[in-house]
Every structure is written in C-alpha cells, then in structure tokens.
C-alpha cells in the first residue's frame, strides 16, 4: 500500500515569489492535513480537508491557502514568500469523520526561502 | 481553546533504564490524545492514542502511555530504553470536532 506522497521533495525559493506543495493521501483517506515544521517551533497547524471542505484553519496569514481536489489530493499554495515560510511542510491524510484516527504522515517538502 | 505543552526540550537515559516522555494538555470536553515519533531523516509516525476507556494504553515498539485525567496529563514511558529509541517525540492532542494540535516535541537520547 502506498504511503502518503508529497511532492516535491526540496524547492528554493526567493521572497516575494510564490510556491505549490502537492500532497497524494493514502488511498481510501478522504482527509489531508498540512503542517509546518520549521526549527524550534515543533509542528503548526495549518490547514484540515475533509471530504473537499475546509474544515479548519490554523493561525497563518491569508497568503496560506489550499484545496482539495475530488480525488482528495491536496494542494497547499503560498503567496508571496517570507524569509520566515523556510520549514518542512508536512502533509497528512487519515479515514474521514473519524477524528480519532490516527495520521499517515508524508516525508515532507523542504522550502528554503532565500 | 487547545493547548499542549511537552515541558521538557530534551530527555536524556541510558539505555536499559526507563524512560519517561512528559506531555500536559488543554482542552475542553474529553480529548483524544496521541504520541507520534520522528526518527531521523524520516516521517512522522503513529505510536499510540487513548480515545476512551482504559487510562493506559500500549502502543508501538513497547511504548506506552497513561491518560490522568486530573492532571490533564498523558505521559509517554518504556520500561527499558533502547539506542534505537533516541528520536524526537512529539504528543499531539485533540477535540472530536477540532483540528489536531502537536507539541513542540522532546528529543529522546538514549546512551549507551
């Protein structure tokens, strides 16, 4: 069975400029989760699909967006780049309505922001 | 609100001593709690979760965890560490309705 896939594995990117992260759950999950790990900081909610819908936000300025598609893949776009947007971003997928699953986590994209 | 505090920046052992990972929680109404694991150079992963019933829960590679209500606390413990243990520890914390929040994580080091 194949785990969750991110893609891609490492990007640079300059300030100012903007960035897609690409997320493929696990078949059968229908919700996808995005994290941001950055150092220090442990990891930060960012955003929670479910079915298509957003279910929840974290506390990230509007230029964090994303969306999920009707195969469930997901997409996390951010709008112009900060120096501090450097992170691992980590996508997650588990069985929708159920919040007490647990989550399949992805290896993760490494945006450097120079 | 949700909160989860992992009190302690980094956890030091020996190996074949137990071992015991900190985690203290807030939140309202009766919460799911987990323990995942981030080995180096790899994802995060599942170790366990208590969701209801018995306050002790067994999860992964003889990990476990006891929910105290009273304390709002869900500390992660193995009788006797290994090596191979040594890995950043992160207890995460939910509402049935609400987004999963993490901790900042504890970096376990077990010695030789």
């Known amino acids: 069975e194949a785990g969750v896939t991110q893609s891609p594995t490492h990007l640079i990117k300059t300030r100012g400029q903007q960035v897609t992260l690409r997320c493929s759950p696990i078949?059968?999950?229908?919700?996808v989760y995005w994290y941001q790990q950055a150092l220090g900081l442990g990891l930060q909610f960012l955003l929670w699909?479910?079915?298509?819908?957003?279910?929840n936000r974290g506390n990230f300025p509007p230029r964090f967006s994303g969306r999920q598609f009707p195969n469930y893949s997901s997409e996390l776009n951010v709008n112009a780049l900060e120096l501090e947007d450097s992170a691992l971003y980590l996508c997650?997928?588990?069985?929708?309505?159920?919040?007490?699953?647990?989550?399949?986590f992805g290896s993760g994209t490494q945006l450097s922001v120079l | 609100a949700q909160s989860v505090a992992q009190p302690e920046d980094q956890v030091n052992v020996a190996e074949g001593n137990p071992l015991t990972v900190k985690c203290t929680y807030s939140?309202?109404?009766?919460?799911?709690l987990f323990w995942y694991v981030q080995y180096p150079n790899r994802g995060l992963q599942f170790l366990l979760k208590?969701?209801?019933?018995?306050?002790l829960v067994k999860g992964s590679y003889g990990f476990e965890a006891e929910f105290n209500k009273s304390q709002t606390s869900f500390h992660l413990k193995k009788p006797s560490a290994l090596v191979s243990d040594s890995a950043l520890y992160f207890c995460a914390v939910r509402r049935a309705t609400d987004k999963l929040i993490f901790g900042t994580g504890t970096r376990l080091q077990v010695f030789p």
């Open positions: 939140v309202s109404g009766n919460p799911y």
């Open positions: 997650a997928s588990s069985l929708g309505g159920r919040t007490n699953e647990k989550l399949f």
């Open positions: 208590y969701i209801t019933g018995d306050n």
């Open positions: 699909y479910d079915e298509g819908e957003e279910r």
């Open positions: 078949s059968g999950h229908t919700s």
